[in-house]
């Protein structure tokens, strides 16, 4: 089945700071999203991406859907410390009506 | 726009029981996911919901169970409790479940199994 592998699987940096984090699958997405989850909640939705080689922003969040549609990309700039929390990508499963999730990046700003 | 609803939000529950949690979706959205999300094993898709008929449902035992109510309201139930099962149970909605639309994640239900 399809596996979505994110990296890094953790990061600390500096307050200040841009981060950059990326999924990728083994099979064609044709659609992604990222999220983020704080401690004890469920994720939030940062930013949906339905196009090959579509970049969208979010205030300091940008997310770019890959070319190849097999991966995307997070980047965060000026980071401070509540972009703390567990960055999640996900993609739908063609055809099941299941998305898949991966495995998350853990970011831990230091002040 | 109200967002995703669950309740409870904090359950101690002992082994062998069964617990019951639910789901109320954003306004309009059809389609209804649960997830348990461990810190060992990530979020694990449980079942999706879809105008009242179960679509999809992943590896878990037959304890885990679910039903969609006519009014997308969902609920999930899990029999026969075991210490494995303490997790946080996510509920996500979305328009039709399809590969165009946006998952959108309830604050979740924390159970805890004693």
């Known amino acids: 089945g399809q596996q979505l592998n994110q990296s890094p699987q953790s990061m600390f940096i500096q307050e200040g700071e841009d981060v950059s984090m990326n999924c990728t699958s083994s099979?064609?997405?044709?659609?992604w999203l990222w999220y983020k989850q704080d401690p004890g909640e469920g994720p939030v939705l940062l930013i949906a991406?339905?196009?090959?080689?579509e970049l969208t922003s979010n205030g300091r969040l940008t997310a770019q859907f890959g070319i190849t549609r097999k991966d995307s990309f997070l980047n965060i700039s000026a980071s401070i410390p509540s972009d703390v929390g567990i960055y999640f990508c996900?993609?739908?499963?063609?055809?099941?009506?299941?998305?898949?999730f991966g495995t998350g990046t853990r970011l831990k700003v230091l002040a | 726009k109200a967002g995703v609803t669950q309740t409870p939000r904090y359950l101690i529950k002992t082994r062998g029981q069964q617990v019951t949690l639910s789901c109320s979706p954003i306004?309009?959205?059809?389609?209804v996911s649960w997830y348990q999300q461990t810190p060992g094993q990530g979020l694990q898709f449980l079942f999706e919901?879809?105008?009242?008929?179960?679509?999809n449902k992943g590896n878990f035992p037959g304890r885990f169970s679910g039903r969609q109510f006519s009014n997308s309201r969902s609920e999930m139930n899990v029999s026969t409790l075991e210490l494995g099962d303490s997790a946080l149970y996510l509920c996500?909605?979305?328009?039709?479940?399809?590969?165009?639309?946006?998952?959108?994640f309830g604050p979740g239900t924390r159970l805890t199994v004693l």
């Open positions: 996500a909605s979305s328009l039709e479940g399809t590969g165009a639309d946006t998952q959108y």
């Open positions: 099979s064609i997405f044709n659609t």
């Open positions: 991406l339905y196009k090959a080689g």
């Open positions: 996900a993609g739908p499963d063609s055809g099941t009506y299941k998305y898949i």
């Open positions: 306004s309009g959205h059809r389609s």
């Open positions: 919901y879809f105008s009242e008929t179960q679509r």
